[in-house]
């Protein structure tokens, strides 16, 4: 019978630390397994999760969780009760003892009350920020403004494209010239040059390429930062002049005629035990980046994708669309999908959020704390048998993590997930425990609570087909993926939250049909599709 120690001991501050031991049979004819778990009291965070960590931690027997879950409850409600009684008998000895000032608490108290308390709060006006997405979200869903934003969003990107299509042909003019000098140095070697003057020519070279690499991204940078500027002026007229008079009415748009994949198939699914839940599930093949570049209107007129216009209405709202880009553990965008990335969204001026490198600069400062975190719960976690050790001493992000941004400028996404992943993903015995498949449950919750409602996976963990994705590691891969998300959505429930309404599972382009229609057959006998019930009235029925 499984159970625990509730004795406590003190931290180097005399409070705070308990030590909770829990006692699990392994078998009937071994000896018991001893857990002790230090956990700081008050414990602020969910004691389910805590619980799932240990299993995984420890490699617990995962029957063993309602008991261990019970157990840490009745352990943290009664450690937590003795911390606050010992706490409030020191502060009421001190009160009596003299040792503290009734007046000044009465002064914070009151100082924090009418800091809480709306009527008598200090009423103080809106931060830049605030004013500029109110008035963005009110002006996108006014039919008559809509359609001229996003002509003035294509105008400010094609300029952009421009800028950089210029840098990039000047680069590659520029790395031509150098090779060719290159070439000639090293020929000439022990003839008309030294093996010093070639080094001082490659050193000469790079120097080169980093003041044109810096002239030119300087450019660019003072271009979008002025884009943003008059862009947020220009919405402020522009509401004050729908304010005062109606906009010139705009045609209508049609639908863009070069957006659809190849290959895609859809349902409708419901999941549940009792209160069941429907859900858009899609399958397609398609290039991932398809979800993020724009495709701009270089002729001037009016065409805008529909995709952007869902995008942009949806900007401010409780539906937001996620796609999950498989990434490495460096948060840099110097090779591989997150640099091929950053060059799509640095093609057009991010008007609401950072720039999306410097989102990624600001990640790769924190990582370093969030790292730390993890250690500091790994390294005290100690059992009198084993302790589970997987990246307890990385100094950086593992397979599995995840590291999040947010974009106003991509075609039909609104956040990113960029998952870290490495080469375990091309083997063929994947299972439910890899810490990538964990890291999809992760992604699934963090999108249930922030208002994620469309969600794009790549089903077979990979952008790109390669030679060891056969039709049998295909077919295995996306049979453990189905399942594992259909697990995971069913667990939704209980997350709270918004609900994930669109799921798409992306697989990569290139992929045959025969493969994509084994794929897409799949998903119905794993999922359960809402198919109508059809009923036939009988002569002797219709008679009456």
């Known amino acids: 019978m499984a159970s625990a120690n509730h004795n406590g001991h003190p931290d180097e501050n005399g409070k705070g630390i308990a030590s909770f031991q829990y006692r699990l049979p392994v078998s009937s004819t071994s000896s018991p397994r001893n857990l002790e778990v230090p956990i700081s009291i008050p414990f602020n965070e969910s004691i389910p999760e805590f619980a799932s960590r240990l299993i995984s931690t420890f490699q617990l027997p995962y029957h063993v969780k309602p008991d261990l879950l019970k157990s840490l409850n009745d352990f943290i409600e009664s450690k937590t009760l003795e911390f ?3 706490e409030s008998q020191e502060v009421l000895e001190k009160c009596n003892d003299g040792k503290i000032d009734i007046e000044e608490i009465i002064k914070i108290w009151e100082k924090a009350f009418k800091a809480e308390t709306l009527q008598y709060v200090k009423k103080e006006g809106t931060s830049d920020s605030e004013l500029f997405s109110s008035v963005y979200h009110k002006l996108v869903h006014s039919g008559s403004a809509l359609e001229t934003i996003l002509q003035v969003e294509n105008s400010y990107a094609l300029a952009v494209a421009e800028l950089i299509s210029q840098r990039d042909i000047q680069l590659k003019s520029l790395s ?3 090779t060719e000098e290159m070439c000639r140095a090293v020929e000439g070697v022990d003839i008309y040059s030294t093996e010093k003057d070639v080094n001082d020519l490659a050193a000469s070279h790079f ?3 980093n003041l044109v690499h810096g002239k030119w991204n300087s450019e660019v940078d003072a271009l979008k930062e002025s884009q943003r500027k008059d862009y947020r002026e220009w919405l402020m007229k522009l509401l004050e002049e729908q304010e005062t008079a109606s906009l010139s009415h705009f045609s209508p748009l049609e639908p863009s005629k070069d957006t659809a994949p190849i290959l895609e198939e859809s349902f409708t699914i419901h999941l549940g035990s009792q209160l069941k839940q429907m859900h858009n599930i899609r399958i397609l093949s398609a290039d991932v980046f398809d979800f993020c570049a724009n495709k701009l209107d270089e002729s001037g007129g009016s065409e805008i994708q529909p995709q952007r216009l869902q995008t942009s209405l949806g900007l401010y709202s409780n539906d937001l669309c996620g796609l999950v880009l498989l990434s490495d553990a460096h948060i840099g965008s110097f090779a591989g999908p997150t640099k091929e990335f950053c060059d799509v969204s640095s093609k057009s001026t991010e008007f609401h959020f950072e720039d999306t490198e410097d989102q990624l600069e600001s990640i790769r400062n924190r990582v370093r704390e969030a790292v730390s975190w993890r250690q500091s719960f790994a390294q005290p976690l100690h059992s009198v048998d084993t302790q589970a050790k997987r990246g307890s001493g990385s100094k950086t992000l593992q397979t599995g993590d995840i590291f999040i941004t947010r974009h106003s400028n991509l075609s039909s996404v609104h956040v990113v997930f960029h998952m870290v992943v490495d080469d375990s993903l091309r083997s063929n015995d994947l299972n439910s425990r890899h ?5 999809l449950r992760n992604i699934l919750k963090t999108a249930c609570c922030y208002d ?5 996976i790549p089903l077979l963990l990979m952008h790109e087909m390669t030679e060891e994705m056969t039709v049998a590691w295909c077919t295995r891969r996306a049979e453990l993926i189905f399942k594992c ?4 959505m069913i667990e939704m429930t209980s997350w709270g ?5 669109n799921l798409q599972f992306l ?6 049909e025969e493969v994509f229609s084994s794929l897409a057959s799949m998903l119905p006998s794993i999922f359960r599709i809402s198919n109508p019930l059809v009923f036939k009235a009988s002569s002797s029925a219709s008679s009456k």
């Open 84 to 86: 606050h009684d010992k």
């Open 507 to 512: 697989v990569p382009k290139g992929i045959s």
């Open 497 to 501: 939250g918004s609900d994930l309404k």
């Open 435 to 439: 810490p990538v498949v964990l890291g």
């Open 485 to 488: 998300v259909k697990g995971f």
């Open 176 to 178: 031509a010239w150098q």
């Open 452 to 456: 994620v409602t469309t969600l794009t």
């Open 207 to 209: 120097e080169d390429q």
